[in-house]
């Protein structure tokens, strides 16, 4: 392996870890039940140290009986930039951890429908009635957050 390339990172400051987690949009929420792992594509909303997702939640969900067996959710979101040197890359990437929990009908309150437009895009339905589509806000209680990037050079 003496000619792999490898490119050196460094880890974000606290600061650095909130201004992306507010700029960045989405990411990739992964779920664990009894030892099958579940991921899925979702959009996020950070503010003031508070991790939400919305979603949309249906009968018989596999989604949700995932995030009910989850003690402990991941999420990471990430991007990449190509460089003037094509075999460089600047990149970087967030990873949270910790319990996912559904919003009281009360936390719930403040994210009206206008809310919920501004913050994150259309739920994507797959060929369900919207009818039979309940929203709902859960929130990921941050226990661990780390954040990477390649160091400008």
């Known amino acids: 392996m003496h000619h ?6 460094s880890g974000m400051d606290e600061d650095e870890v909130e201004r ?3 700029a960045a949009e989405t990411g990739v929420l992964s779920l664990a039940d009894d030892g099958d792992a579940y991921a899925f594509p979702i ?16 009968e018989g969900s596999r989604k949700w009986e995932a995030i009910e067996a ?7 979101c990430y991007g990449t930039a190509d460089t003037a040197d094509a075999r460089e ?3 970087w990437s967030v990873l949270v951890s ?4 559904e919003l009281t009908p009360e936390e719930a309150e403040r994210f009206d429908a206008a809310e919920i437009n501004e913050h994150f895009p259309p739920i994507r339905v797959f060929g369900e009635s919207i009818d039979e589509v309940e929203v709902v806000l ?3 209680e941050i ?11």
């Open 4 to 9: 792999v390339d490898f490119s050196y990172t």
């Open 20 to 22: 992306t987690l507010e």
């Open 43 to 58: 959009a996020h909303f950070y503010e003031d140290g508070h991790l939400y997702f919305r979603l949309g939640r249906t």
């Open 70 to 76: 989850t003690e402990t959710a991941a999420y990471v």
């Open 89 to 91: 890359l600047e990149s």
């Open 98 to 101: 910790g319990p996912l929990r």
């Open 138 to 140: 859960l929130e990921l």
């Open 143 to 153: 226990e661990s957050v780390t954040g990477r990037e390649t160091p400008d050079v």
